[in-house]
């Protein structure tokens, strides 16, 4: 059981920047496919982005061109740099993994817990 463990949430003013940490138990990165999500409150599941083994990148309209997805595999680490942050992009934040799933739903074997990120105006 891959295990998946997300850090670097927090408060950030509106304009701000915050860089989103996932560790995974396990050397999975080079196969698997891996993803951000996030939930506000009262709100479904929202799919952010995602990096496929081969490095392709994808992302959501809502923050293309302010969020930067990445790993360092040597490190099992996903990241997702977030900037220029608006109070529509608070909520927990999911890093997810999967080596049969790639797309945009929440298809993904691996979940970790979340970090709360709250940008505020």
Known sequence: QVQ???SGGGSVQAGG????SCVASEAIYRRYCMAWFRQAPGKPR???SRIAPGDSESYA???QG?????RDNDK???YLQMRSLKSDDT????CAASDTYCGTGTGYKFWGQGTQVTVSS
């Open 66 to 70: 302010r969020f930067s997805i990445s």
């Open 17 to 20: 920047s915050l860089r989103l």
């Open 4 to 6: 998946l463990v997300e």
């Open 91 to 94: 909520g927990v934040y999911y």
């Open 61 to 63: 309209d809502s923050v």
């Open 76 to 78: 099992n680490t996903l």
């Open 46 to 48: 929202e799919w952010v």
